[in-house]
């Protein structure tokens, strides 16, 4: 019994690294935006953006991000706009991968 829990534990471990090293994998860290400011990520850069700010996907999907605290993975090539009325923390992180 001891042998196969040692097993799985291995198995979950092993199936676990690929999940931890993307998450550990350095992203460009951009400076925060504030109200009124845009920009166009690049591959591997992030951004701390407050709440209301839109994420435009190339391929014209857009987004309004709410509430505080969130990941958005977006692509190469996407738009963050924050809002001329953000008065929030820059506390929501936008990636493109």
């Not at 350095?26 to 920009?39: D, K, Y």
Request: proline share 6%; charged share 10%; hydrophobic share 45%.
């Amino acid at each position: 019994m001891t042998l196969r829990l040692v097993g799985f534990v291995l198995f979950v471990v092993c199936m676990a690294m690929p999940l931890v090293y993307e998450r550990a994998r350095a992203t460009e860290q951009l400076p925060p935006l504030a109200a009124g400011e845009s920009i166009v990520l690049g591959s591997g850069q992030s951004v701390a953006v407050p709440s209301g700010t839109t994420i435009v996907w190339p391929d014209g999907t857009k987004v309004t991000l709410k509430g505080h605290q969130n990941i958005v993975n977006t692509t190469t090539g996407a738009v963050i706009t924050v809002s001329h009325e953000a008065t929030g923390p820059a506390d929501n992180i936008v990636i493109a991968k």
